[in-house]
């Protein structure tokens, strides 16, 4: 990126459920347009893997030439195939171990599915590059969960390895997120419903974000 990243919470955007993948890859595009993402979320979802590739080959490249990391969730191997940024873990204590083994530091390894306090200091053992506190596809509600808002305001008094929290389906609850103190807030459904303008969605968040975020002492 040419520009210097803000000093303060940023949107990490976790691209939805979608079967016409052309229309998805154009909504990311005008996402990743809209203003400061830190890094795209590729979910594979039900997707199967000549699917899930054949998107991943197309979003990959497009919204890294916006200086903007993908991390693939679900999928190792086409995280490496298509020379993405990252990868995203969310299963077994095993499979984590395995994918920062086998991955970092060459690509960054995040972590999900840490539902309580417990399982996510068991995660965070590992050292992961980031622990995400929500589920894909899971912020339908105009609100973030208070488990996730309380998870992150926790981990983000207590652990260095950085956190993602899951907004709601509304826009201005990316706020409620930058509040717990959390490093970054993941959003899909407030940027990418049927609706919003993804573009316009993102360069709000950010306004938002600017405005009331809490700032961090080092630059993300």
Known sequence: MTEKPPNRCRLVLIAPQSRDLDTLAARIEKACAGGDVASLILPQFDMLEGEF????ERIVPLTQARGIAV??????RIAARTKADGIHVDGATADLADAIGRYQPAMMVGAGGARDRDRALELGELRPDYLFFGRFGYDSKPDPHPRNL?????WSEMVEIPCLVLAGSRIDSVVEVARTGAEFVAASAAVFA?????????????R?????AFAHETPR
Do not use: F, S, Y
Not at 71 to 76: H, N
Not at 194 to 206: F, R
């Open 150 to 154: 309380a998870l992150g305001r926790w």
């Open 208 to 212: 938002m974000l600017d405005e009331t």
């Open 71 to 76: 991390v693939i969730a679900g999928a190792p």
């Open 194 to 206: 049927d609706g919003p303008d993804p573009q316009a969605a993102v360069a709000e968040i950010n």
């Open 53 to 56: 590739q054949h998107l991943a």
